[in-house]
């Protein structure tokens, strides 16, 4: 196969289905979604089945247990899709809607219509699921979209894209709206994110080098988030018991995930009393920490936090600790070495809130919530494509909003311009 | 001088700038803009005595009437100057505004607050009046900016930032905020086009060629539009009186903009009606008219229209006509030759108009109005920095929200994850 036809083929196909998935009628596209739901049910077996296959390749390249385990489908597995799928078809389309239309002076009625982006691309890693709940997404978005899985789950992918095509077969919608690359070469991805005139964004998503990379060479606009150094700042007016649950809850809730704190800092006046109840609680849950020379000298068993640290995203039970002077120096660390995730600040001080909010610039700012919170689910977008951490188009959790674009409508009676 | 250290010296005093900008106050931006109106005032007199310079180099290097008339400052111009910035000052200050915070189930608050994108790159050619209007709008949306200009304007361009400098120094701003290239040196737009670290989106203002150019070698994402190939569809069920004034104004109101229609499609089942009238107007103003084999048999002195006309955005007293046999050919011929700039429907037909706005994919689509229209004072935006057919970020006119973004905040009370 070459796969620089192949893909062009691909890319001019889901071209040429994004028109159609545009103008489709919500109850046919929420349909789609549900026929592909039954189907994935229907087909569990042969899921399974097919997941057997790239498990055990899987064993016999090496994979570890942890890739593995996101490898596998389990019945558990299908019915989250099942579920996930029957929840974006219950989220209200966002196409079409118009807001904001108005009168003008000259009198012509000027307002916004939500319209699909037109093709989407996605990249990721071994999680099969990924194939089923991006596409659900784009497809509730208006969009046409080509997936790209890992080349280790060629047979899980191929069986979910049998699922997807005949849900789509059965609503009436192009089956071309949604492409699962058939091939395990991994020259399929450098086509696809430079496949311009086809593909108008590129989601990726997994390891920060695979992002890293596809950044690099993409000459297609790319959706993403590097790096989650996400902080916590505990300041000296905050509520103790608050700031003890918000920073367990942050480090330890969960490791390996991109909203988890990475560096907590604390101002100086409070630090005797929370950070020693702190060091407690994660030394039981077996949190290594590194902190700075005050730090070190009100907790034992604290290595000395270099340079480094600060710019480390650990996803891993390690977490860097900062003691500092007040507001104005915790929010000079985050400016400096935060990735523009998340930040927290705990406080009772409605000033020091409010300037926090306003002064931290990070796709998600928060007072006196964990860090963990920022998700598309939590959010109540329903699900999340990703995150991104860049300023243009969107910001924080992407969700059905992310894939669409506003295109400005005017509606007139014989106006004319003066 | 160095170019590429001299543009990274500009980077980086506005990244660092564009953080005092972003938690500027309202008043204080404010005021900043009408000092400087205030300094242009006070220096018109330089301004004009600066002008002439480049005005006689400009005469020296041969450039033709239309560039010199595009690089003269007058009194007039210098008036349009200071109403446009005290237009902008008059306008809501978009940052900070915070909308759709809403309790979600877990407890928290979620919603989304409006942000500054940091520093925005224009890049323009002979007007000097963009320095002021560009200026206005980066400053209001709480953003730093380089700005540009025409190697020819560079004694205008200079004038100019001193009064802009004046202006932030009195309003206890950062004059670093606004930086005007002060070399001539092309080399340095090849350099803000790839000041990755410092710029977080470019706007180039100009000919085709010069867009074209910029987005081909950009390493950073690009606001922009590269032509406006306008269509307005007469419907078979449009009112007469509204198709004629509409072609008319679309086509003859100004020849050279984005917006002005270039290409006039007629359902084949109103042609005979219309396009009579419509070539006897047409011929009184002048404009050369090309039609397909049926509008020739219609219409006496109109040429031939080739498979190029279809393509061409000819920004000048030239029109292409094709009889169509419905919307659908009318949607189609839009889908294959438009630049996805502006279209508009002539029709008193309900279900066509609501067909054309959703299925038609420009930025701007209308029903019964002039293409002239789509423009950021006629849209409201106040004033526009450019027009985008991307889909990306902005679409359409962009104002001071394509000048933004939206970061979540979050607020709760020692909410944690569950």
Redesign the interface.
């Known amino acids: 196969m070459d796969i620089k036809v192949y893909m062009q083929a691909l890319g001019l196909q889901a071209r040429a289905a994004s ?1 159609d998935i ?2 489709a009628e919500s109850g046919q596209k929420n349909q789609a979604l549900l026929n592909i739901a039954e189907s994935l049910a229907q087909h569990q077996a042969h899921l399974l089945s097919e997941n057997q296959k790239d498990l055990a390749a899987g064993k016999l390249k090496g994979l570890d247990d942890a890739s593995l385990d996101r490898l596998a489908i389990t019945p558990k597995g299908v019915s989250a899709m099942i579920e996930g799928l029957k929840q974006v078809a219950a989220l209200p389309d966002p196409v ?1 809607e118009i807001t904001g239309l ?1 009168y ?1 002076p ?1 009198g ?1 009625q ?1 307002g916004q ?1 939500r ?1 699909p ?2 093709v989407i691309g996605i990249i990721y890693e071994s999680r099969p699921n990924v194939t089923v709940d991006a596409a659900a997404l784009c497809l509730k978005a208006g969009n046409a979209c080509i997936l790209r899985g890992g080349s280790e789950a060629i047979h899980s992918n191929q069986a979910l894209a049998a699922c997807i095509t005949e849900g789509l077969k059965a609503a009436g919608l192009p089956e071309t709206a949604v492409h699962i690359v058939a091939t395990a070469d991994r020259a399929a991805v450098g086509e696809l994110i430079t496949l311009k005139d086809y593909v ?2 590129i989601v990726p998503r997994g390891g920060k080098s695979l992002i890293a990379r596809i950044t690099a060479e993409a000459t297609i ?1 790319v959706l993403k988030h590097l790096d989650g150094i996400c902080h916590v700042y505990i300041d000296d007016e905050a ?1 103790l ?2 700031a003890i ?2 920073a ?3 480090k330890t ?1 969960r490791y390996g995930v991109c909203n988890a704190m990475e560096t907590l800092l604390v101002a100086e006046g409070i630090a005797a009393q929370v950070l020693p109840a702190l060091a407690k609680i994660y030394l039981e849950k077996g949190v290594e920490l590194r902190g700075c020379l005050k730090t070190g000298s009100l907790i034992p068993h604290c290595s000395r936090a270099t340079e480094e640290d600060w710019h480390t995203e650990y996803l891993a039970p390690i977490l860097s600790i900062k003691i500092v002077h007040d507001i104005d120096e915790a929010m000079a660390h985050i ?1 400096q070495y935060s990735s523009s995730h998340t930040e ?1 600040i705990v406080t009772e001080n409605y000033t020091r809130a409010r300037r926090f ?3 931290v ?10 860090t ?3 998700d598309g689910f ?3 977008l329903g699900a999340e494509i990703g995150i991104s951490t860049d ?3 969107a ?3 992407v969700g059905l909003q992310g894939l669409t ?13 003066q």
Chains 1, 2 share one sequence.
């Open positions: 028109r545009s103008r079409g108005h003008r000259s012509i000027v219509m319209v982006l037109g108008d964004v606009p509520d018991d608050k649950h918000i367990v809850n942050a809730h400016h927290t909010l306003r002064e610039d990070s796709s998600s700012v928060m007072v006196n919530a964990s963990r919170f920022a939590e959010y109540g300023k243009l188009h910001r924080g959790p674009s506003l295109k400005f409508i005017v509606l007139g009676d014989g106006h004319i311009r």
